[in-house]
């Protein structure tokens, strides 16, 4: 059984508690206009080309099976996305790692010998493994085996989500999930469809599932300005983390940064929000003590 990894990240302290190593998937059923990680939407591999590190050698040309980049001497190599079968052959030849192959074949156990050479920092610091993407819950066969083999080696498991995927699905990880970072982005349906791409009925059905289950869940929402930080998606978020009752009473928020501009740039996709200028730390602050005054706890992530 294997998936398309993008990346596997140790060290992070920003997915889950302790530090923690994150796996990320390729494949999302929303193309939220915000993403910060751009690779991983589509579900097959894709190739980055950063330009500014690019020496104009065409080595990449004159492997690709395709014939999808062509090269001219002293100019930037063009790449047909078209016919580019994503192959990574002109990857592997690019010294300068101007190319980059998004999406690599893995089996599970080979991700898991990954995970488990952080394990000495999960101990010490009450990490573990937190399962990323893209979405997760659209491979549930993958995911939920890579957990179990986590779970028995007694790693801590985490999986982040939007909560765009069947109901089935959720059902098949929850058994093998610890923890859960669960994405709230707009409560107005019509909205989220028009900032996402799909509306939110099931997210937030999922989102009732998770918390009847009584797994521990931290929701989170990112933060955009002059998209979702109105005090009126504020004030229905608040009423909709309160009808879930019980221990998951409380969000945390992630403002916006333009962290992934460059990822479009490398893939040639347009980046939405151009211009879009980034919170100051009092607007956060502001939007913080909205939800502290409708009685939900809130925290930011820095």
């Known amino acids: 059984m294997s998936s398309l990894i993008t990346n596997i990240q140790g060290y992070s302290i920003h997915d889950g508690p302790g530090i923690r190593t994150v796996v990320f998937l390729k494949g999302c059923g929303l193309e939220c206009i915000w993403c910060s990680n751009p690779e991983c939407i589509f579900p097959y591999p894709e190739i980055g080309f950063f330009k500014n590190l ?5 080595q990449c040309a004159s ?4 014939q999808a980049i062509s090269a001219k001497v002293g100019q930037l190599p063009v790449t047909n996305r078209e016919i580019c079968c994503g192959c990574g052959a002109c990857s592997a030849v690019c010294v300068q790692e ?27 610091s009450g990490g573990g493994i937190t399962v990323s993407g893209g979405e997760p819950l659209l491979q549930p066969k993958f995911v939920s085996e890579l957990l179990r083999k986590c779970k028995e080696a007694g790693i801590h498991t985490c999986v982040e989500t939007s909560g765009y995927a069947p109901e089935s699905a959720l059902r098949q990880v929850l058994p093998f999930t610890d923890y859960m970072l669960f994405d709230l982005k707009l409560l107005n349906s019509d909205l989220h469809r028009c900032y996402t791409g799909k509306p939110n009925e099931l997210i937030l059905n999922n989102a009732k599932i998770v918390t009847s289950s009584g797994l521990e869940v931290l929701f989170r929402m990112p933060l955009i300005p002059g998209i979702n930080d109105d005090p009126q998606n504020i004030k229905e978020t608040a009423d909709f983390l309160h009808s879930l009752g019980g221990k998951t009473i409380g969000i945390q928020l992630m403002p916006y940064h333009e962290l992934g501009k460059g990822k479009y740039e490398s893939l040639d996709k347009l980046y939405r929000l151009a211009g879009l200028s980034t919170l100051e730390p009092e607007q956060v602050e502001t939007v913080q003590e909205m939800f502290k005054a409708r009685g939900i706890s809130c925290t930011i992530s820095r």
Do not use: H, W
């Open 63 to 66: 492997v690709c099976p395709n």
């Open 54 to 58: 690019c020496t104009k050698c065409g």
């Open 98 to 124: 101007a190319r980059v192959l998004y999406g690599k074949a893995m089996k599970v156990d080979e991700v898991f010998e990954s995970i488990k050479a952080d394990q000495l920092f999960y101990q010490a």
